[in-house]
């Protein structure tokens, strides 16, 4: 390798900020709030996750792949109030914590994004910034959360940072479903130690090769433990095992995200390919939520995606881009067990564009309340997170 491939790879991972400072390994206090945010990448229907039960639009919208009203039989929806009804894959994991008051849901969720483009809303989303005027494109929400904060450890449990983790605070990140996966291979990382060693960046360098490598070796040796347990996992399940002993000791900032949400052809209903992977996502967080024991009290679990689906069902059985969606909202001392936020009757009359669910509560102040809850932040301190937004706190802490 040339040295000018050397200095390009190694000022690639300086952007990504995939070598933190040594710093950024020392353990969070043990009553430190915890967030771990969960993206849900692809754009879930949420309308089967969170059923509007009430509506017989509902059912006159989907014949072939709605969640039928809640009764006694397994297929359907299991009863939250006299609206809403969730889906039956999370009779088991999703539904005693909303019974205990450890969950909360908030329908017509969103941003004002409308392009229904899964990059450009992902982006738009992780970005945290007004749609219009001049935008930081190299900063993230949580990287500026991290950053006014203070004195905090975030990770993001992905191969590559993400958007939402990059900016000006040095946050590191490395895949759990591959923990041993580095970008540069032993031979590499001596050929770039060499050629800085000596100089002011020398330093710098090594500590962050020390830190990747005790990332990876513990993720390495919790992958290796699991595999010893009788109880066999997979996906994020077996990520979501991972990533709780690591916030649970050392990490307050946690981002995970989950692909595979895209689904325009044969959805299914209660049963199908929609029903288990909202199956496999209840128990993930049912087990990260074990994991933590009793750090979960200090915990706040938020899964959002980028966008809804449409309303009514497509010709092939599946839905499509939409617009509105629903949060998730979970912890040890979430005022949980009940529907949030500014709503509407689900109606043809209240979709947007007569084809969605409307956006009635923008991201950026639902996420932006809770901060402030969690962590104590003041207005400024929200909007220097969410430049021109003001946090709304929904009473969830």
């Known amino acids: 390798m040339q040295r000018r491939q050397l200095l390009h790879s190694f000022a690639a991972l300086a952007a990504s900020a995939t070598l933190p400072c040594a710093s950024q390994v020392l353990a969070a206090s043990k009553d430190a709030p915890r967030l771990l945010l969960v993206f849900l990448r692809g754009g879930y229907d949420c309308a089967s996750l969170l059923v509007p039960t009430s509506s017989q639009f509902y059912y006159e919208s989907r014949p072939n792949i709605a969640i039928a009203r809640p009764s006694s039989g397994l ?6 109030n006299s609206d809403w009804g969730l889906h039956p894959a999370l009779r088991d994991s999703m539904l005693p914590l909303y019974n205990s008051g450890e969950l909360a849901f908030m329908p017509f969720a969103g941003t004002d ?41 975030a990770m993001a449990f992905t191969d590559n940072l993400p958007l939402i983790m990059q ?12 923990p041993g996966r580095v970008n540069i291979d032993a031979r590499q990382s001596n050929l770039i130690a060499q050629m800085y060693g000596g100089t002011a960046l020398g330093e710098k360098v090594k500590e962050g090769f020390a830190v990747r490598e005790e990332v990876a070796r513990e993720m390495k040796e919790e ?31 946690g981002f995970i995200d989950v692909g595979g949400w895209d689904t325009h052809v044969n959805q299914g209903g209660a049963t199908g390919a929609l029903a288990g992977k909202l199956e496999q996502l209840g128990r993930g967080l049912a087990l990260f939520q074990q994991e933590m024991g009793p750090q979960w009290r200090n915990t706040v679990t938020v899964v959002i995606s980028e966008f809804g689906r449409t309303f009514r069902e497509n010709g092939k059985r599946g839905t499509d881009h ?21 709503q509407v009757q689900v109606s043809a009359s ?48």
């Not at 297929?75 to 939250?80: C, G, K």
């Not at 900016?167 to 591959?178: D, E, L, P, Y």
């Open 75 to 80: 297929e359907a929806a299991l009863t939250l």
């Open 350 to 397: 209240t979709l947007f564009q007569n084809r969605d669910y409307p956006v009635l509560n923008d991201y950026r102040s639902v996420l932006g309340g809770l901060f402030a809850r969690m962590y104590g932040l003041n207005a400024g301190q929200v909007e220097n997170i969410f430049p021109t937004v003001k946090g709304r706190d929904w009473g969830l802490l």
């Open 223 to 253: 992958m290796e433990a699991a595999s010893r347990n009788a109880i066999s996992v997979k996906g994020f399940e077996q990520e979501a095992r991972r990533i709780a002993k690591l916030m649970r000791d050392k990490y307050a900032i």
């Open 113 to 153: 994004n409308l392009s229904r483009s899964h990059f450009e809303t992902q982006d738009s989303i992780e970005l945290g910034q007004p749609l219009r005027g001049r935008r930081d494109l190299n900063s993230g929400f949580l990287n500026r959360l991290a950053g006014n904060v203070g004195s905090i450890d």
């Open 167 to 178: 900016g000006k605070t040095q946050i590191a990140n490395a895949g759990v479903s591959n």
């Open 322 to 342: 939409g617009h509105g969606s629903v949060f998730w909202v979970l912890g040890g001392s979430v005022k949980g067990g009940n529907i949030v936020g500014e």
